[in-house]
């Protein structure tokens, strides 16, 4: 089949992603993203990766899709909405954050992507791609912000002014010239501080990157020492995850509940007890967290987390 020019096939991918669920879809030329090199060592230099050792490794990699993708012309960015209201925590029932509420998102994202690569090699068989959803080869939050998805809140999170900033980015690196969106320039923060002042425990620098050692996303699901009293103190029942910055950014204020049935959450874990959390056996965590990001974290380091938020709120 001969290939549709450029600008069709561009056309098409978009609608194709819109069918496969994606609410933002945008493409940005491949290329090195040399101005991040410089950041990102000197973040990681001052030990504010924490323990995420990978992330000072292979930088120069890191910033050139050619390592990923030999011959990488475009790099196609999607967004996936997963907003909802709250559905669980308070009155002394711990937290978990909105982005865990169901299926693993990794799962949920790459089988879309992976889909969006197979309409993409019916249009054109001698495109090579392969698609990443949150991992560390990428700097995904600059190729979405080259991709036109949004720009980089006070909190370092992507926002997007249609709808917000509760959306994963899923990413594809592929060998194929594509019709680029324009990079997003401009701040829409303006004078707006609120994440700043309202994170629990000021992990959020003025220069909009955040000090892992600090947040309580980092501390309750990649550290691998247990947080201190004296954080979990700050925690305010949050076991896994927190979205404090992002629910208080007036950009999320409108935003709209996902329609992602697999980000739904079930009947039994809305109604958990905090007693029920605390009694939680290695079997039961497996049967509720089977399909989730918690289960990702180990059982125990999980439960350490349960047990000192519980007596620290
Ligand atoms: S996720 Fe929570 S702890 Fe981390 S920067 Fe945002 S408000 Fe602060
Ligand atoms: S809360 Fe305000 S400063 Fe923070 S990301 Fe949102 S708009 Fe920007």
Same mark, same amino acid.
């Given at each position: 089949?001969?290939?549709?020019?450029?600008?069709?096939?561009?056309?098409?991918?978009?609608?194709? @992603?819109? #069918?496969?669920?994606?609410?933002?879809?945008?493409?940005?030329?491949?290329?090195?993203?040399?101005?991040?090199?410089?950041?990102?060592?000197?973040?990681?230099?001052?030990?504010?990766?924490?323990?995420?050792?990978?992330?000072?490794?292979?930088?120069?990699?890191?910033?050139?899709?050619?390592?990923?993708?030999?011959?990488?012309?475009?790099? &196609?960015?999607?967004?996936?909405?997963?907003?909802? #209201?709250?559905?669980? *925590? *308070?009155?002394?029932?711990? /937290?978990?954050?909105?982005?865990?509420?169901?299926?693993?998102?990794?799962? /949920?994202?790459?089988?879309?992507?992976?889909?969006?690569?197979?309409?993409?090699?019916?249009?054109?068989? =001698?495109?090579?791609?392969?698609?990443?959803?949150?991992? !560390?080869?990428?700097?995904?939050?600059?190729?979405?912000?080259?991709?036109?998805?949004?720009?980089?809140?006070?909190?370092?999170?992507?926002?997007?002014?249609? &709808?917000?900033?509760?959306?994963?980015?899923?990413?594809?690196?592929?060998?194929?010239?594509?019709?680029?969106?324009?990079?997003?320039? =401009?701040?829409? +923060?303006?004078?707006?501080?609120? +994440?700043?002042?309202?994170?629990?425990? !000021?992990?959020?620098?003025?220069?909009?990157?955040?000090?892992?050692?600090? +947040?309580? @996303?980092?501390?309750?699901?990649?550290?691998?020492?247990?947080?201190?009293?004296?954080?979990? =103190?700050?925690?305010?029942?949050?076991?896994?995850?927190?979205?404090? +910055?992002? #629910?208080?950014?007036?950009?999320?204020?409108?935003?709209?509940?996902?329609?992602? !049935?697999?980000?739904?959450?079930?009947?039994?874990?809305?109604?958990?007890?905090?007693?029920?959390?605390?009694?939680?056996?290695? @079997?039961?965590?497996?049967?509720?967290?089977?399909?989730?990001?918690?289960?990702?974290?180990?059982?125990?380091?999980?439960?350490?987390?349960?047990?000192?938020?519980?007596?620290?709120?």
């Amino acid at each position: 089949m001969e290939p549709p020019e450029g600008k069709n096939i561009s056309f098409l991918i978009k609608e194709r @992603a819109r #069918e496969l669920g994606f609410d933002l879809c945008g493409f940005a030329p491949s290329g090195i993203l040399s101005e991040h090199e410089s950041r990102l060592k000197t973040w990681c230099s001052q030990g504010m990766n924490g323990d995420m050792a990978y992330l000072a490794r292979n930088i120069e990699k890191r910033i050139n899709p050619d390592f990923l993708v030999p011959g990488a012309k475009s790099i &196609i960015v999607t967004g996936l909405n997963y907003y909802s #209201e709250r559905q669980q *925590g *308070g009155n002394g029932v711990p /937290v978990i954050s909105r982005y865990a509420y169901g299926t693993n998102y990794h799962d /949920v994202i790459k089988e879309k992507l992976d889909l969006l690569i197979d309409y993409i090699k019916i249009q054109n068989p =001698e495109a090579e791609a392969r698609s990443f959803v949150d991992s !560390a080869p990428l700097l995904e939050k600059a190729w979405a912000k080259e991709a036109g998805l949004g720009w980089p809140g006070r909190h370092s999170i992507l926002i997007n002014k249609s &709808i917000g900033s509760f959306f994963f980015i899923g990413i594809i690196v592929v060998t194929i010239r594509l019709d680029y969106d324009n990079p997003s320039v =401009e701040d829409h +923060c303006g004078e707006c501080r609120l +994440c700043i002042e309202s994170c629990p425990t !000021a992990a959020i620098n003025e220069n909009r990157t955040i000090d892992v050692r600090k +947040c309580i @996303a980092y501390l309750t699901i990649e550290s691998k020492t247990p947080a201190t009293v004296a954080q979990a =103190e700050k925690f305010g029942g949050r076991v896994f995850g927190c979205d404090k +910055c992002q #629910e208080v950014c007036p950009w999320n204020a409108r935003a709209k509940r996902h329609t992602v !049935a697999e980000f739904e959450m079930n009947k039994e874990l809305k109604e958990m007890t905090t007693e029920d959390w605390l009694q939680l056996t290695p @079997a039961k965590f497996k049967e509720l967290f089977r399909k989730s990001a918690i289960g990702r974290r180990k059982y125990h380091r999980f439960m350490e987390t349960v047990e000192l938020v519980s007596k620290n709120m």
